[in-house]
């Protein structure tokens, strides 16, 4: 296997066909491109996805922990589905403090508390062979009306692209954080890169567009970036996209970071980036919902019968690598941690 996320490749050969039972309450099940699975339960569904719990505390074990959890709450969050519950399960290494664990558990309970979502069940203790960033995995639900889901499947001909934040976000924030005194940016420039940070979570975006409009699908931008969340709301649609470069918004700070790290921003990670497909009449309420949140987006393109993703009429090459860890590893050799 390489190294990240498993490609689409990986998943058709190694996994589409050993999912276990077939079971008649499973509404979504694995789909390459899709952040979740759905289940039926009596007149509601349960949107589930599973996802490691990392804290990279190098950022801060407050920032550290904010991330942490974000990241376990935004597939299901991309159902349009407000999380209701999450199981965590923390594997930290041996000699980890009480005040370390308390300290990433405060920010879980007060970002569950803020979105309404219980710490319903999990496990915690210390093991050999465990250590950060990685400890443990986290499992979150969000319960709704069918009516209220958005499948990753949706995506229909006609359909708008809309996207929010732009690329990068993520690579962004991690290395303006880390690594902005460093770096040889103008202030301005720097300060823009620590703030792209705060934009890491795609949580709030997902749930105002999907209650905003009729929205038929959402992917978030995580590893490989903008480009490859093209590819994969292509792929579990069965549909094309036609994008416009232009149109893609692009945050301050993002730029400067990925020229001076030599990265292209549109294949760097960029969690807090959600690509939407949006019905025609519903792209202005959807674009006025995210713009009265402070979230800014774009109307970048069309959903087209077909396959695949192109750029301006060009085929968008599917990325096979994230500059992000390579840009960090070389900065932390450069800088220090």
Known sequence: MDDGKASGAFFDEHIADRTGADRTDVRLGPTYGADFGVVDVGDRVVALATDPVFVLRELGLERAAWFAFHI??????????????????????????TETFDRIWDVFDREARDLGASLTTGHTGTYEGCAFPTVGGATA??????????????????????????????????????????????????????????????????????????????????????????HELAAASGVGLAVDRDAVPV????????EHFGMDPWTA???????????????????????????????????????????????????????????YQRAREQYGE
């Open 269 to 327: 990670s960029s969690e807090g980036t959600v690509i939407a497909a949006v019905a025609p009449d519903s792209v202005d309420s959807v674009l006025a919902a995210l713009d009265e949140a402070a979230i800014p987006a774009a109307e970048v393109g069309v959903v087209e019968a077909g396959a695949g993703v192109t750029v301006d009429g060009d085929p968008l090459p599917e990325p096979t690598a994230d500059p992000l860890w390579p840009a």
């Open 141 to 230: 639900l969000a319960v709704g009306d069918p009516d209220d889901l958005v499948v990753p499947t949706g995506a229909r001909p006609g359909d708008r692209v809309v996207v929010t934040k732009g690329p990068a976000v993520e690579t962004t924030g991690f290395l303006g954080v880390l690594f902005g005194d460093d770096l040889p940016l103008a202030e301005t420039e720097a300060a823009a890169a620590r703030e792209r940070f705060a934009d890491a979570s795609p949580v709030r975006d997902a749930l105002t567009m999907a209650a905003a409009g009729d929205v038929t699908a959402m992917h978030d931008a995580t590893e490989r970036g903008l480009a490859n969340g093209f």
């Open 72 to 97: 376990c709450v935004s597939d299901v969050a991309l159902s349009g589905l407000p999380p209701a519950h999450l199981a965590v399960d923390l594997n930290l290494p041996p000699g980890t403090s």
């Open 251 to 258: 945050l301050p700070g993002v730029d400067a970071v990925c």
